[in-house]
């Protein structure tokens, strides 16, 4: 697995996989904001065919308002991606962008209340996708 991510592999279809992570998204405290169906669009602009797959881009308003607040070139790395990827037709991996990735690209290097606040946006937004993806194992 990736060092970028945090990932849970299901034994559960896509399709049920899909829905039940925007449930637990939503358990979290988490919109989707975006939504890119990789399956179909790289069909329709390449004509390829891969894996179905998802990319919902998860947002929770708070902790992006917090974080705006500090930095506002943190807008480039929101929303949370949350990918949900069909292996075969009954095992499904999800992954969510790790929020403590950011602090690798300087954001919560500063000393003080900015780099603090940044370094706990991170942990609770981590913290809540970590949950959200726990509970998907839990509910198969």
Request: aromatic residues 2%; hydrophobic residues 45%; proline residues 5%.
């Amino acid at each position: 697995m990736s060092s970028y991510t945090i990932t849970t592999t299901l034994d559960r279809p896509y399709d049920e996989t899909v829905a039940a992570v925007r449930e637990q998204l939503a358990e979290a405290g988490f919109g989707i904001l975006t939504e890119i169906d990789l399956k179909e669009t790289l069909k329709k602009k390449l004509d390829v065919d891969v894996v179905p797959q998802v990319i919902l881009g998860a947002c929770r308003p708070q902790l992006a308002h917090q974080a705006l607040q500090v930095e506002p070139s943190i807008a480039a790395l929101l929303p949370c991606n949350v990918v949900v990827r069909a292996l075969d037709d009954t095992t499904t991996v999800v992954e969510a962008f790790d929020p403590d990735v950011m602090m690798t690209v300087g954001l919560g290097d500063a000393d003080g209340p900015g780099g603090d606040a940044i370094r706990a946006v991170a942990a609770d937004a981590r913290e809540r996708l970590s949950a959200a993806l726990a509970a998907l194992e839990g509910t198969a």
